[in-house]
């Protein structure tokens, strides 16, 4: 979030200060964008937290690039990804939260105009999700100094190439 530099006699202190927990004021932002040739993006955010310690975030992004190749015919791109996390930190001490990216690109085959119609890029299906738990804990009131963190996570790639048949 910030950081710090302290310059003391023979020696450089920095601090680096991570996102404070105790602000219960809710954050949002949308985006949209275009462009020429169709090109266009999509975003948004949305973060709320309570006094209690319970907080939510989420977050989405849309990218969709249509194709420009006189060579080609095809060869649209997207992406769309989403991303969600829950927490619980009710001190500085403790805390808890979990995670979920999801993220799908999608790729149209490019293929030549020329007689021989070769395919350029196969067209490519993909998606990937990535799950995290984290539970942490700080015998310091103030939450700096030695900390005790177990991380677990899990990450997931799947993708589908069409064959050269399916772009005829």
Known sequence: DRMEVER????LVV???T????RNIPYSRI???SGDLQFARYQGQLE???AKGFGFS???DHLSVPHYNVLSPTGDYSNTQGW???EYIPSNNFGAELRFLQSAPDRDPIVSLSASSDTLSRARSGSRHDYAARIHWNRQKAGIGPRFDLLLNRAGW?????KDSALV
């Open 8 to 11: 003391l006699p023979g020696k």
């Open 84 to 86: 969600i996390r829950l």
């Open 58 to 60: 989420g977050a989405f």
């Open 15 to 17: 601090h680096l200060f």
């Open 48 to 50: 709320k937290r309570s």
């Open 19 to 22: 996102r404070r927990n105790d």
């Open 31 to 33: 985006g949209i964008a």
């Open 158 to 162: 799947t993708d589908k190439i069409e």
